[in-house]
């Protein structure tokens, strides 16, 4: 009984949210770099204003965030400390390719991630790469408009062969796109689309998902063929959606919004576009434009496991009422759950309920590769911070996860929870919606020294490691 003996334990985080350094070893700038924190952020990250440079009005905290690019080493020290077996982390695409469309890669970017590797292999420390965090060249953007150009899926595949090929023996798992799904709700964000006033904004994102989806599959074959020890998932921003009621419409609204976001696991995982999208494309007169062969890729290079994000459920109703969109996805409000600091609603047995869902609709294993409590630590002079809440959170999701794999038979690989070390938003681009193990001492505006301390919480998810997932107290 329990998790499997090789069950990877660790940590996420992604290139812009922890790096800075965005000016450095001949990186170029990304749509990530470009989204400010405060009021203005939420229109940059929908696509709604267009912030292709920075401006003095405002402050932009990936282009600092929290060092990583000159501290990776003492970073990985500490979560070797906690006992980590996996770190899950992104590669920033302008490292590789500044612009996007170079022939050449850029061998700066190639070598801090081949040190970064390598520290992580110094402690047996498995990498989990996502290739893309939300990221894309700003080239890409202002020459090609980003993944709605099909030129996008060639330079993706370009920088595909070249990690694949470079990292051979350093890496085996690989994430195609961070939050596939996200791209919907946050286009700018999560696929570096503006979307203009003359545009159909389905017709743009959908076309954009096609071209990540043809990519992805291209990724797969090409992982597979480098090295056939290498394994490739999709990653799903998860969290089911509930019925607000028993209405019979609001469950049907349910299965819709739940619909919604498994399409690109559908098309990831099965290998081909579901009837209930294709009759959607139908009826809202969404067009795709495929090239020959796409659906062949699609259908032969499907994902070896599926990954996805964990942080709440949600509650649909076809009552308009009662949606609020605190966050990127509008939802109701579950009046049996408690919220965060944030209005996130802390749900742990939704992750069991998520988990049997994805397992009995893929069943292919599972990779739980984010979760985790973004809340207001206040730290003593040492930077120690009593995080009881935090350990409270995770302590039931671990609980209903073990159960997930013990009650109900879901075969899961690991849990990366998110943000071992205080980092960058990507919601709000605060510092203070802090997730770490670690803490960071450094506020929404870059003030700081970047000094890391050790959490409450850092001697607990030792423990838990240590125990493969027994000892919880
Ligand atoms: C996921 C992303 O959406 O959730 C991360 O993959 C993100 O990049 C995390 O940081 C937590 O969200 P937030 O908005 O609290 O940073």
Known sequence: MGLRKDFLWGGATAANQLEGAYNEGNRGLANVDLIPVGEDRKDVVLGKRKMFEFDDEHFYPAKGAIDFYHRYKEDIALFAEMGFTTYRMSIAWSRIFPVGDEETPNEEGLKFYE?????????????LVTITHFDCPMGLVEKYGSWRSRKLVSFYERLCNVIFNRYKGLVKYWLTFNEINVILHAPFMGGGLYIGDDENPE????????????????????????DPENKVGCMLAAGVYYPL??????????????????????VQSRGYYPNYALKKFEREGINIIKEDGDDELLRKY????VSFSYYQTR??????????????????????????????????????????TLYERYQ??????????????????????????????????????????DLDGVDLLGYTMWGPIDLVSAGTGEMKKRYGFIYVDRDNY?????????????????????SNGQDLD
């Open 115 to 127: 040190d970064v590797f390598k520290e992580c292999r110094k402690y047996n420390i498995e990498p």
């Open 446 to 466: 870059g003030n700081g020294t970047l000094k890391r301390s050790r959490k409450k919480s850092f001697y607990w998810y030792k423990k838990v490691i240590a």
């Open 203 to 226: 017709q743009s994102k959908y076309q954009a998902i096609h071209h990540e989806l043809v990519a992805s599959a291209i990724a797969t074959k090409i992982a597979h063929e480098v």
């Open 245 to 266: 009621t028993c209405k019979p419409e609001d469950v049907f609204e349910a299965h819709e919004k739940n619909r919604e976001s498994y399409f690109f696991i559908d």
């Open 364 to 405: 292919k294993p599972l990779f739980i590769v984010e979760n985790g409590l973004g809340a207001v630590d206040i730290p003593d002079e040492n930077g120690y911070v009593e995080d009881d809440y935090r350990i409270d959170y995770m302590r039931e999701h671990i609980k209903h996860m073990i159960d997930a794999v």
């Open 315 to 356: 509650c649909a109703t076809v009552d308009k009422s009662e949606l609020t969109d605190g966050n990127i996805f509008a939802s109701a409000k579950n009046p049996y759950l408690k919220s965060s600091e944030w209005g996130w609603q802390i749900d742990g047995l939704g992750l069991r309920t998520t988990l049997n």
């Open 302 to 305: 499907t994902v070896d496991f």
